[in-house]
């Protein structure tokens, strides 16, 4: 018996620019898991990465039909718009091989019932977490046995879909074998690795727990067993840098606190080690931090959400505003800045939540670049299916579907002058990042100071300031009630918006003479 698994591409979306909303950055390696653990059970198992090898739709259906294997896996990852021609490309790898195909991930855990009746060359959808179901569901295929007794499945019975008992999550992650990592996941994206699983937090916006099926639940592998996993992946790569894709790379309460030190024992005696990780900020403390400074630590990506405690407390964050601001001031003690996870606009937010918001990104520095300003000033909550923010809206009737895709919803925001601005600064802020994504373009985000770009810092430290100043004048405008909040009135402030964007950029095109007596 072979198995193919696939990693699909990922069409770059017109309107979306969040690719954590697509699957969490801990789902990385799944499929590497599931490989592993095949490997590990004479399995022969193939992996097709179309997604790190740039490939099209298309040419990953003409590599994946060149393989001979009996079994495809699919990691399927909501894609947006193209989520359907994603699907079609899934149906046309499964005629062409007549084999069977399952689906796993967080997208198919969470809209089983819709994939199956939607997409008849899906066989089986893995819920949660995959590595044991997938090997059952071979195992007993190689024995000749019903498969549909397998835990953790979804499956068609004639026209009923079937939800079988969902599996207990694996408690003990050492016992896992260390992921498979493909030639292309080492070049694109260096070290990643998975130390913990799950959360113990319980916010509104987020599914990872559900995913396990687990409320509340956090399991960390051991520091040993970091460190040779470590070991193997320091000998494949080029750059000595890591990066934890823990959806929180610290576990709750004291224990928590002396696993991250003892982790950052192991870490230091890797000289010349740099490593990235994410979290809360309720556990950024002074004693772990220091430990992992010595060790290598250079980027945070910090769970900050909201400068508003009631907004925190709507999401049920379990933090406050002041603990956000003693972990930004920590890091950077350490000479760290925090990369901020943050939502601006959530569907009960009122003008105040917006200013506290506004006041608080502004106090901390952290709309000093254009790439990070951008986000934060528009930034929506992503409400996704497995969410509690989901089934909240959907149980109020204040929410649509983005497509006929249940997957993703939207909602606007109850008070009307905090949809207003959420709506000017969503068409701007999504105007700029089309542009910042586009490589000729001179605010390309990936741009330096080269020669050929050489006024692109210039042009996004004005189109920075201006856009934190216009934000500040929409918002005190709608505080004294001196906006008219019509559609004219909203439109003009994006017509004019994006002429201002294109003027300056026109501007800092021209000759540097003309440029300076100009602009």
Same mark, same amino acid.
Request: with cysteine; hydrophobic share 35%; glycine share 6%.
């Given at each position: 018996?072979?198995?193919?698994?696939?990693?699909?591409?990922?069409?770059?979306?017109?309107?979306?620019?969040?690719?954590?909303?697509?699957?969490?950055?801990?789902?990385?390696?799944?499929?590497?898991?599931?490989?592993?653990?095949?490997?590990?059970?004479?399995?022969?198992?193939?992996?097709?990465?179309?997604?790190?090898?740039?490939?099209?739709?298309?040419?990953?259906?003409?590599?994946?039909?060149? /393989?001979?294997?009996?079994?495809?896996?699919?990691?399927?990852?909501?894609?947006?718009?193209?989520?359907?021609?994603?699907?079609?490309?899934?149906?046309?790898?499964?005629?062409?091989?007549?084999?069977?195909?399952?689906?796993?991930?967080?997208?198919?855990?969470?809209?089983?019932?819709?994939?199956?009746?939607?997409?008849?060359?899906?066989?089986?959808?893995?819920?949660?977490?995959?590595?044991?179901?997938?090997?059952?569901?071979?195992?007993?295929?190689?024995?000749?046995?019903?498969?549909?007794?397998?835990?953790?499945?979804?499956?068609?019975?004639?026209?009923? @879909?079937?939800?079988?008992?969902?599996?207990?999550?694996? *408690?003990?992650?050492?016992?896992?074998?260390?992921?498979?990592?493909? /030639? *292309?996941?080492?070049?694109?994206?260096?070290?990643?690795?998975?130390?913990?699983?799950?959360?113990?937090?319980?916010?509104?916006?987020?599914?990872?727990?559900?995913?396990?099926?687990?409320?509340?639940?956090?399991?960390?592998?051991?520091?040993?067993?970091?460190?040779?996993?470590?070991?193997?992946?320091?000998?494949?790569? /080029?750059?000595?840098?890591?990066?934890?894709?823990?959806?929180?790379?610290?576990?709750?309460?004291?224990?928590?606190?002396?696993?991250?030190?003892?982790?950052?024992? @192991?870490?230091?005696?890797?000289?010349?080690?740099?490593?990235?990780?994410?979290?809360?900020?309720?556990?950024?403390?002074?004693?772990?931090?220091?430990?992992?400074?010595?060790?290598?630590?250079?980027?945070?990506?910090?769970?900050? *959400?909201?400068?508003?405690?009631?907004?925190?407390?709507?999401?049920?964050?379990?933090?406050?505003?002041?603990?956000?601001? @003693?972990?930004?001031?920590?890091?950077?003690?350490?000479?760290?800045?925090?990369?901020?996870?943050?939502?601006?606009?959530?569907?009960?937010?009122?003008?105040?939540?917006?200013?506290?918001?506004?006041?608080?990104?502004?106090?901390?520095?952290?709309?000093?670049?254009?790439?990070?300003?951008?986000?934060?000033?528009?930034?929506?909550?992503?409400?996704?299916?497995?969410?509690?923010?989901?089934?909240?809206?959907?149980?109020?009737?204040?929410?649509?579907?983005?497509?006929?895709?249940?997957?993703?919803?939207?909602?606007?925001?109850? !008070?009307?002058?905090?949809?207003?601005?959420?709506?000017?600064?969503?068409?701007?802020?999504?105007?700029?990042?089309?542009?910042?994504?586009?490589?000729?373009?001179?605010?390309?985000?990936?741009?330096?100071?080269?020669?050929?770009?050489?006024?692109?810092?210039?042009?996004?430290?004005?189109?920075?300031?201006?856009?934190?100043?216009?934000?500040? *004048?929409?918002?005190? /405008?709608?505080?004294?009630?001196?906006?008219?909040?019509? !559609?004219?009135?909203?439109?003009?402030?994006?017509?004019?918006?994006?002429?201002?964007?294109?003027?300056?950029?026109?501007?800092?095109?021209?000759?540097?003479?003309?440029?300076?007596?100009?602009?």
């Amino acid at each position: 018996m072979k198995v193919l698994l696939i990693e699909h591409p990922r069409e770059k979306s017109a309107v979306h620019f969040n690719d954590v909303a697509n699957a969490p950055l801990s789902s990385c390696l799944m499929s590497g898991y599931i490989a592993s653990l095949l490997h590990a059970n004479d399995i022969e198992t193939e992996m097709l990465d179309s997604y790190l090898m740039r490939h099209s739709l298309s040419q990953m259906v003409q590599e994946a039909i060149k /393989k001979n294997c009996d079994i495809i896996g699919i990691h399927l990852v909501y894609n947006w718009e193209h989520t359907p021609q994603t699907m079609a490309s899934i149906n046309e790898i499964k005629s062409q091989l007549g084999v069977p195909a399952f689906v796993y991930g967080f997208y198919p855990t969470f809209t089983y019932e819709f994939i199956l009746k939607n997409y008849p060359a899906v066989d089986y959808v893995i819920i949660g977490e995959p590595e044991l179901t997938f090997l059952e569901l071979l195992t007993l295929s190689k024995k000749g046995r019903d498969t549909d007794k397998a835990y953790g499945i979804s499956f068609r019975n004639g026209k009923e @879909i079937v939800i079988n008992k969902r599996r207990e999550i694996v *408690e003990e992650l050492d016992s896992l074998p260390f992921p498979f990592r493909s /030639k *292309e996941q080492l070049e694109y994206t260096g070290g990643n690795i998975l130390g913990s699983r799950g959360c113990y937090g319980n916010c509104t916006f987020c599914y990872i727990n559900k995913f396990y099926g687990k409320k509340c639940y956090w399991r960390g592998r051991t520091p040993d067993n970091i460190y040779h996993e470590l070991q193997e992946v320091l000998e494949r790569i /080029k750059e000595k840098y890591i990066y934890f894709i823990d959806a929180n790379f610290f576990g709750p309460g004291e224990s928590g606190q002396k696993r991250a030190e003892k982790i950052a024992e @192991i870490l230091q005696g890797e000289k010349g080690l740099r490593f990235g990780l994410e979290c809360r900020v309720n556990d950024l403390q002074e004693r772990s931090l220091s430990a992992l400074s010595r060790a290598g630590l250079q980027n945070v990506f910090l769970g900050v *959400e909201s400068g508003s405690n009631r907004s925190l407390k709507r999401m049920r964050k379990g933090a406050k505003v002041e603990q956000a601001e @003693i972990a930004i001031n920590c890091l950077r003690n350490y000479e760290i800045e925090p990369y901020c996870g943050f939502i601006m606009f959530e569907p009960d937010s009122s003008l105040q939540d917006i200013r506290d918001n506004f006041n608080f990104l502004q106090k901390n520095r952290l709309l000093n670049k254009l790439i990070t300003t951008v986000d934060l000033l528009y930034h929506p909550q992503i409400i996704l299916m497995g969410t509690d923010g989901y089934r909240m809206l959907e149980e109020k009737d204040r929410m649509e579907f983005c497509s006929p895709n249940p997957y993703q919803g939207a909602f606007i925001c109850q !008070d009307r002058k905090v949809a207003f601005l959420a709506e000017i600064m969503s068409s701007i802020c999504h105007y700029l990042l089309t542009l910042m994504n586009k490589s000729d373009s001179p605010i390309y985000w990936r741009t330096g100071y080269s020669d050929s770009k050489r006024y692109s810092h210039e042009i996004t430290s004005k189109l920075n300031q201006w856009l934190v100043e216009l934000f500040g *004048e929409i918002l005190t /405008k709608l505080e004294m009630n001196e906006i008219n909040r019509r !559609d004219n009135s909203k439109n003009q402030y994006i017509n004019d918006s994006i002429a201002l964007i294109n003027g300056v950029i026109v501007c800092f095109e021209m000759d540097s003479d003309v440029r300076e007596s100009i602009c």
